[in-house]
């Protein structure tokens, strides 16, 4: 699949990862926290060279229910920093890292900026998805609509309770991809793969062509190839941000997402 | 409808009657995680199977009446109402089992929690006291029980914390964030998003996703059902002003229930440090859209008063909805005032009031002093909990 800077699709969550999926490959989403260090633009690159597909940044927000301890310890870190949602957005509108960006926080963050502002801010910066896990479908359609007109995609979750015919609302409209939260609990690693991330991965992707990615609970190759037995492709959070705060090396960082990329290929 | 027991009518007085899509005005809603929605959709529907089987309200009634003391008394204050020139009157959720209104809201949590085949329960708590009503309606019901408590206020309160344990729950001591109330209320949502199946979250205050802040209310209007009656019996009229302390706003919802529809004037009380009301702005955190405290990003801040009850950034959305109508004011006080409303109680009327009354009765003096409250006004406030909880903290502060 031939792309280049100048094809528009390269920045578009939506169409990028559409395409890919239909050319057959699996999809790693990697997240990483905004602002969590000095350097942390830096780590765009390492997960475009290693083959993320897309980087979800995390805009870190004071109460993060919906994270287990490690997003908790990088947000309070970053926000320790001063990181806010703009210093964030200003620092990524300077990168190109050659994959699309999405972000990912809570709604509060938006709703205080404003839907129509903050949608905005994103496409300035070059962001073309947002994942906001506290704001559901019964309460997203000023925000799916905004985010609709600036080509915004709004990802939408479903978790393993989600019942028939709310998953068919979800499918049909979340953009760039179906974020299936494979257990019922907050982010960070398992030991083991929950069976209930491939059951819900088949039911979404018999409701839907949108890409259908599994994230919440995987922590390593094994998990996102199994996984991806049936998912197209894997969000990874937890497992990278933990070997950020314990100052992994770039390149140790790199080859892990790495040999993620390896598992699914 | 019966005088006794709760207030079943969920829909036609002013408050119930503004609930739309779980919201009140443009205030409350269901902001949650979608793993939780389900679990809410359910306990919405229980709620109101169960408000409409009589066998289930006779069994909560009967509760209500024979395990937690209800009705609590009116009692007139004669000594301070001569002191201030007004007419005072107390309606004494401090004489409950456990020793405030909390027990009005577990009991029917739990009845609801049994009905809907739950074997666990989950509460945030923040002095102690929810904690403690809800450890003891889980031990009633022989319910597993786990009570999430910031670790800051596990060291303010180990009285409560011990008394949790000696219930038979176990406590939690949350070090994320600031260590207080919210963070507690984070900590039980994540407990919840992982256990919802075998769970049920018992939520303390008026607050929290939809159906929370209707089902608190409801549990807790018994309250202003009684007092309502109670003061007609007594004066043959309803009181001038209606004053209730507000953290999350589950006493004053619960006071407020009782004389929305009628001429009393609604005050609800914050403490100076949480005045949600007065210095929140609109936002979305824990499952509902209210007031918050926050910075100009949208980060919520840190409450901070001499009452840890009271130490909530937001406000309920049904108090948000009230202030924005006109319906309730919202007013605040420090805690200075707050101290010496406590003395005032204790040594004109020998009722020792727990911190966060104290906050209702301290608005009480200075609106009296500043012709807010006029002359002769008759004033019912809701004297929320008893001060024991509060004696060691006061001992420091205090030389006698």
Same mark, same amino acid.
């Given at each position: 699949? &031939?792309?280049?800077?100048?094809?528009?699709?390269?920045?578009?969550?939506?169409?990028?990862?559409?395409?890919?999926?239909?050319?057959?490959?699996?999809?790693?989403?990697?997240?990483?926290?905004?602002?969590?260090?000095?350097?942390?633009?830096?780590?765009?690159?390492?997960?475009?060279?290693?083959?993320?597909?897309?980087?979800?940044?995390?805009?870190?927000?004071?109460?993060?229910?919906?994270?287990?301890?490690?997003?908790?310890? $990088?947000?309070?870190?970053?926000?320790?920093?001063? &990181?806010?949602?703009? !210093?964030?957005?200003?620092?990524?509108?300077?990168?190109?890292?050659?994959?699309?960006?999405?972000?990912?926080?809570?709604?509060?963050?938006?709703?205080?900026?404003?839907?129509?502002?903050?949608?905005?801010?994103?496409?300035?910066?070059?962001?073309?998805?947002?994942?906001?896990?506290?704001?559901?479908?019964?309460?997203?359609?000023?925000?799916?609509?905004?985010?609709?007109?600036?080509?915004?995609?709004?990802?939408?979750?479903?978790?393993?309770?989600?019942?028939?015919?709310?998953?068919?609302?979800? &499918?049909?409209?979340?953009?760039?991809?179906?974020?299936?939260?494979?257990?019922?609990?907050?982010?960070?690693?398992?030991?083991?793969? $929950?069976?209930?991330?491939?059951?819900?991965?088949?039911?979404?992707?018999?409701?839907?062509?949108?890409?259908?990615?599994?994230?919440?609970?995987?922590?390593?190759?094994?998990?996102?190839? @199994?996984?991806?037995?049936?998912?197209?492709?894997?969000?990874?959070? !937890?497992?990278?941000?933990?070997?950020?705060?314990?100052?992994?090396?770039?390149?140790?960082?790199?080859?892990?997402?790495?040999?993620?990329?390896?598992?699914?290929? | 409808? *019966?005088? =006794?027991?709760?207030?079943?009518?969920?829909?036609?007085?002013?408050?119930? =009657?503004?609930?739309?899509?779980?919201?009140?005005?443009?205030?409350?809603?269901?902001?949650?995680?979608?793993?939780?929605?389900?679990?809410?959709?359910?306990?919405?529907?229980?709620?109101?199977?169960?408000?409409?089987?009589?066998?289930?309200? *006779?069994?909560?009634?009967?509760?209500?009446?024979?395990?937690?003391?209800?009705?609590?008394?009116?009692?007139?204050?004669?000594?301070?109402?001569? @002191?201030?020139?007004?007419?005072?009157?107390?309606?004494?959720?401090?004489?409950?089992?456990?020793?405030?209104?909390?027990?009005?809201?577990?009991?029917?949590?739990?009845?609801?929690?049994?009905?809907?085949? @739950?074997?666990?329960?989950?509460?945030?708590?923040? *002095?102690?006291?929810?904690?403690?009503?809800?450890?003891?309606?889980?031990?009633?019901?022989?319910?597993?029980?786990?009570?999430?408590?910031?670790?800051?206020?596990? $060291?303010?309160?180990?009285?409560?914390?011990?008394?949790?344990?000696?219930?038979?729950?176990?406590?939690?001591?949350?070090? !994320?964030?600031?260590?207080?109330?919210?963070?507690? /209320?984070?900590?039980?949502?994540? =407990?919840?998003?992982?256990? /919802?199946?075998?769970?049920?979250?018992?939520?303390?205050?008026?607050?929290?996703?939809?159906?929370?802040?209707?089902?608190?209310?409801?549990?807790?209007?018994?309250?202003?059902?009684?007092?309502?009656?109670?003061?007609?019996?007594?004066?043959?009229?309803?009181? =001038?002003?209606?004053?209730?302390?507000?953290?999350?706003?589950?006493?004053?919802?619960?006071?407020?229930?009782?004389?929305?529809?009628? @001429?009393?004037?609604? /005050?609800?009380?914050?403490?100076?440090?949480?005045?949600?009301?007065?210095?929140?702005?609109?936002?979305?955190?824990?499952?509902?859209?209210?007031?918050?405290?926050?910075?100009? $990003?949208?980060?919520?801040?840190?409450?901070?008063?001499?009452?840890?009850?009271?130490?909530?950034?937001?406000?309920?959305?049904?108090?948000?909805?009230?202030?924005?109508?006109?319906?309730?004011?919202?007013?605040?006080?420090?805690?200075?005032?707050?101290?010496?409303?406590?003395?005032?109680?204790?040594?004109?009327?020998?009722?020792?009031?727990?911190?966060?009354?104290?906050?209702?009765?301290?608005?009480?003096?200075?609106?009296?002093?500043?012709?807010?409250?006029? *002359?002769?006004?008759?004033?019912?406030?809701?004297? !929320?909990?008893?001060?024991?909880?509060?004696?060691?903290?006061?001992?420091?502060?205090?030389?006698?």
């Amino acid at each position: 699949m &031939a792309e280049t800077s100048s094809d528009l699709s390269v920045h578009d969550l939506n169409a990028s990862l559409r395409q890919k999926k239909d050319a057959g490959r699996k999809l790693l989403v990697c997240y990483i926290t905004g602002g969590l260090n000095a350097d942390w633009l830096d780590m765009l690159y390492i997960l475009a060279d290693a083959g993320a597909d897309a980087v979800e940044i995390g805009i870190p927000f004071s109460d993060p229910v919906m994270d287990g301890p490690v997003i908790q310890e $990088s947000s309070m870190q970053a926000l320790a920093n001063g &990181a806010t949602p703009l !210093s964030i957005l200003m620092q990524v509108e300077k990168e190109e890292p050659g994959i699309p960006l999405a972000v990912m926080t809570y709604y509060n963050l938006v709703y205080r900026m404003g839907e129509e502002r903050f949608a905005e801010r994103l496409i300035q910066s070059g962001i073309t998805g947002a994942i906001l896990p506290d704001l559901p479908i019964d309460e997203a359609a000023g925000w799916i609509e905004t985010g609709a007109a600036h080509s915004l995609s709004a990802v939408l979750l479903a978790a393993p309770t989600t019942r028939e015919e709310r998953l068919n609302e979800i &499918a049909a409209k979340s953009k760039g991809f179906v974020y299936a939260v494979g257990l019922l609990g907050v982010t960070g690693e398992r030991e083991e793969l $929950s069976e209930s991330a491939s059951v819900l991965a088949a039911s979404i992707k018999s409701r839907t062509e949108t890409p259908v990615l599994v994230g919440v609970g995987i922590s390593n190759p094994e998990q996102a190839k @199994k996984v991806c037995q049936v998912a197209d492709g894997v969000v990874v959070g !937890s497992a990278l941000v933990r070997r950020i705060l314990e100052n992994r090396s770039k390149q140790e960082i790199g080859a892990f997402v790495k040999s993620i990329r390896e598992a699914l290929d | 409808m *019966a005088t =006794d027991g709760i207030d079943t009518d969920t829909k036609s007085h002013l408050m119930a =009657d503004r609930l739309q899509n779980g919201k009140f005005g443009d205030f409350g809603g269901m902001f949650i995680p979608e793993s939780l929605i389900p679990a809410c959709s359910d306990l919405e529907k229980a709620f109101y199977e169960a408000f409409a089987d009589e066998a289930f309200i *006779a069994a909560l009634n009967h509760l209500l009446k024979t395990y937690a003391g209800r009705p609590t008394p009116l009692t007139y204050c004669e000594n301070l109402s001569e @002191k201030l020139g007004i007419r005072l009157f107390l309606k004494r959720e401090d004489l409950t089992h456990t020793g405030s209104h909390k027990i009005n809201n577990v009991l029917g949590q739990a009845l609801l929690a049994k009905r809907m085949g @739950k074997k666990r329960m989950i509460a945030e708590t923040g *002095a102690g006291q929810h904690g403690v009503a809800a450890a003891t309606a889980a031990a009633l019901f022989g319910l597993d029980c786990v009570v999430f408590m910031g670790e800051v206020d596990v $060291s303010r309160q180990a009285l409560n914390v011990f008394r949790m344990k000696l219930l038979g729950a176990e406590v939690v001591p949350v070090k !994320s964030g600031s260590a207080t109330l919210k963070d507690a /209320v984070n900590e039980a949502l994540r =407990d919840w998003v992982a256990s /919802v199946e075998t769970t049920h979250y018992c939520i303390g205050s008026a607050m929290g996703p939809h159906p929370y802040p209707l089902i608190v209310r409801q549990l807790q209007s018994v309250i202003g059902k009684e007092a309502k009656a109670q003061f007609r019996d007594l004066s043959g009229d309803d009181p =001038d002003f209606v004053v209730a302390c507000v953290g999350g706003g589950s006493n004053a919802i619960g006071t407020f229930a009782g004389f929305v529809d009628t @001429k009393s004037r609604l /005050v609800g009380v914050e403490a100076a440090g949480g005045a949600a009301m007065h210095n929140g702005i609109p936002g979305v955190v824990h499952g509902m859209r209210s007031k918050f405290l926050q910075d100009e $990003s949208g980060q919520i801040l840190e409450a901070e008063s001499i009452s840890a009850g009271l130490d909530y950034p937001g406000i309920g959305p049904e108090h948000a909805y009230l202030g924005t109508i006109g319906r309730a004011n919202y007013s605040y006080v420090n805690d200075e005032e707050v101290i010496a409303a406590f003395r005032v109680l204790s040594e004109t009327e020998g009722i020792i009031p727990a911190l966060e009354p104290a906050h209702a009765l301290a608005y009480i003096l200075r609106a009296v002093e500043t012709g807010e409250i006029p *002359a002769d006004a008759s004033v019912m406030m809701t004297l !929320s909990g008893r001060g024991d909880k509060d004696v060691a903290q006061i001992m420091e502060i205090l030389e006698l």
